[in-house]
């Protein structure tokens, strides 16, 4: 059984259509990358997943480890193992970067049936992590994403992905804003977190973040349908000619 | 009819006024006490007193039953008490090196009151009843070059229902001194009218908390004149969260070049409370700069009016006034106005304002619902934020947790009818 499976997605934007029909299959231990254009649906398509309100299936279906997420909410989905690394990390003045991270984990912890973490013990436990991405402890006192500098904010959300070990994550055009250092950094992050037991969904424009993440699939979204897929051998093509010549192909 | 059942407070504080001297502060100051602000008055539209002037209510005896003790805990290391308004020196604890506190005789409180009736203060209900009927004027001083390390507290308390009570406090702090107070209103069922006169001297620096938690039943209506000397600083808070109806409404001039004022203000409301920070800013010379930050969470039915004033002299070139406000809606029936106005007659300012009414941001809900956060779980979290955020940049550092706690317990009592899951 697939770990993610999206059933023919239909959705509609003010009465516009968006995605039309993508399927996908995603099994455990699998890296998927989805390319595109601007405008294809991709980051529609990652709002859909994480059940962002005004992204309801217009029709199709989509399951997490065999169940259907229609009837879930953003946060519902999160706790069962879906996670979303956000283009665009929100900034949350006021709201500490440490209590955040221990409120998302705890609410996982909660929701899958392990024991809470107490401040202590959570303190340690993201200190830990933080050291592997490179996450200064100042940067854990600061406010959610505020002041922080566009790889900061990028490398906050693989440690969230790293403390909240989902089944599925999506990672939204995590390569923009990045410099090569912080790509490389980033990259590692999310490789580290590879394992048998999940699956990561690469949505990108370049192929550059696939030197560093490796796919073992390569999609094509085009206005809202999947035109192609393959291997990584796919994003070297899109590199080398474009999106045009595989769309009209299409 | 609605006429005569006004006048009767009026005549009240007439009569209590009548067998003083015609040359008297409290005659003069009370013949200019003729009727409520009319709700057309622009500055009253907003926060009308009409069921305020439908009650009857006398000014406080001053042999008035004194309350049951409060239970407010004390954070400062000195604490000043007023009770049903008079200052009460045997609860009070004596006073560090460098700070008095004498109540004015008349000469000075006419002096006092040519100071108010020379502000916009002078024709505002609690200037000219509380001015009549105070216990006495209070002056607290601090001494030139005196740098005051430990936190004042003054505890307003007391009322009687149906009663009004005048708490009038002048504040000077003298050349290059410096003090930190926190205020806390916590009177009993009636009509508070404290009226306070705030003068900092050249290169003096204030920092001023003041907590409005007064019952449910009451009604508060503070004024404050503010005047600023060369190379002073300001500092002021206020959290507005008890009483029925409570109107903070300050007139800050700035007087001495280079003065520095931070007016900032936090309303919480619930159920049918009314709530009013109203605040004028004069820059009448060159180079100052004044900061107003003001927040306000609505739940309930209850309304909530930010105005803000910043007028700025011919001459006052080179001001910087900036201005924010922000209220949060988190009921259907809560309703907040902002009236944020720029006057500027001066060409090389720096002036900004911005007001925001609205609900909470669908982006931030949404990054704490992709966490795993609940729906109620995420508007706490940023309800709670959007205060502790202007509280940690208002407020000393050793006085944060206490702000945060009076404004969280606030938020409980609101939020609990809004927030199912609630913790």
Known sequence: ?250 | MLHNIKDNYITSVNNYIQNFDDKSFRKLAGKDFKSWPDPLEETWRLSRLGSLSRKKIEPISLDAQEPIMSKLNVVGSNTIKFINGAFRKDMSSNLPKGVSLIELNESESLTFLSKIKNSNLKNHPSANASLSCTPSIVKLSVDKNAKIEELLEIHFEGGVESSSVHPVLFVELNENSSLSIIERFNHIGSLIMPLQLIEIKDYASLNSIKVFDDSHESYNLAAHCIIMSHKSLLNSFSLIKGSQFTRSETHAYLNGTNAKLNLNGVYISGNKQHHDLTTAIYHNVEECISKQIVRGVLGGESTGVFQGKVKVAPNAQKTDGQQMSKAILISDKASANAKPELEIYADDVVCAHGATVGELDDDQLFYLNSRGISKDKARLILIKAFLLDIISESVEETLHDFIFNEAQSALSSILKNEIEEFV
């Open chain 1, 1 to 250: 059984m697939s770990l993610l499976e999206i059933k023919n997605a239909c959705l509609k934007l003010d009465n516009k259509n968006i995605l039309n029909g993508v399927s996908l299959s995603i099994n455990s231990g699998e890296v998927h990358a989805i390319m595109g254009p601007n405008g294809s649906g991709k980051s529609t398509l990652s709002y859909m997943l994480s059940g962002r309100d005004g992204y309801e299936l217009e029709s199709g279906e989509i399951l997490l480890d065999g169940q259907s997420l229609s009837d879930m909410s953003a946060d519902e989905r999160a706790r069962s193992g879906l996670f979303l690394a956000f283009q665009y990390p929100v900034e949350l003045p006021g709201v500490g970067a440490m209590s955040f991270l221990r409120e998302a984990v705890n609410s996982r912890r909660k929701f899958i049936g392990q024991e809470e973490f107490d401040h202590l013990a959570f303190v340690k436990e993201a200190r830990k992590e933080a050291s592997k991405m490179f996450v200064k402890d100042e940067m854990l006192k600061r406010a959610v994403n505020v002041g922080f500098s566009g790889g900061e904010k990028k490398k906050f959300e693989i440690l969230q992905m790293a403390m909240l070990k989902p089944k599925v994550s999506i990672l939204d055009e995590t390569d923009s804003g990045l410099d090569v250092d912080a790509l490389k950094i980033v990259s590692d992050g999310v490789n580290a977190q590879r394992s048998d037991d999940n699956a990561i969904v690469v949505i990108t424009h370049y192929q550059r973040l696939l030197d560093y993440i490796v796919p073992d699939f390569v999609h094509i979204l085009s206005e809202g349908v999947i035109i192609k897929s393959g291997g990584p051998e796919l994003a070297l093509e899109v590199e080398k000619n474009g999106y045009a010549g595989m769309i009209n192909a299409a």
